[in-house]
């Protein structure tokens, strides 16, 4: 039974910085693709970055910009079973549920791509 749990969401203030870990159990870990999405209260579920088995390549949403990309870094350990993303310089709009999840498809952004999810950790980020 695949199992993803997220850690390390928290409260804090804008301009802070937070990483959060999604360590995975009843899975093969470097055979699936990974992806942080979030969901903010009375939204969708939007993806936020998603990271191919091998960590080499990653997928940020089509209209991110630059300054987006460089604040959210994506990173998997696949010896550790582990999935990372450090999040820099948070804005109140940042604050949602993150989840992971996991899949042995490609790296999409689209929740319908991946069959595996964790509970979420809630971000909060404060003015």
């Known amino acids: 039974q695949v199992q993803l749990v997220e850690s390390g969401g928290g409260c804090v203030q804008a301009g802070m910085s937070l990483r959060l870990s999604c360590t995975a159990s009843?899975?093969?870990?470097?055979?699936?693709?990974m992806a942080w999405f979030r969901q903010a209260p009375g939204k969708e579920r939007e993806g936020v970055v998603a990271?191919?088995?091998?960590?080499?390549?990653?997928?940020?949403?089509?209209d991110s910009s630059d300054s987006e990309k460089a604040r959210f870094t994506i990173s998997r350990d696949n010896a550790k079973n582990t999935l990372y993303l450090q999040m820099n310089d948070l804005e109140p709009e940042d604050t949602a549920m993150y989840y992971c999840?996991?899949?042995?498809?490609?790296?999409?952004?689209?929740?319908?791509?991946?069959?595996?999810w964790g509970q979420g950790t809630q971000v909060t980020v404060s003015s």
């Open positions: 999840a996991a899949d042995r498809g490609p790296p999409v952004l689209h929740r319908i791509g991946y069959n595996h």
């Open positions: 009843g899975l093969t870990f470097d055979d699936y693709a």
């Open positions: 990271i191919s088995w091998s960590g080499r390549t990653t997928y940020y949403p089509p």
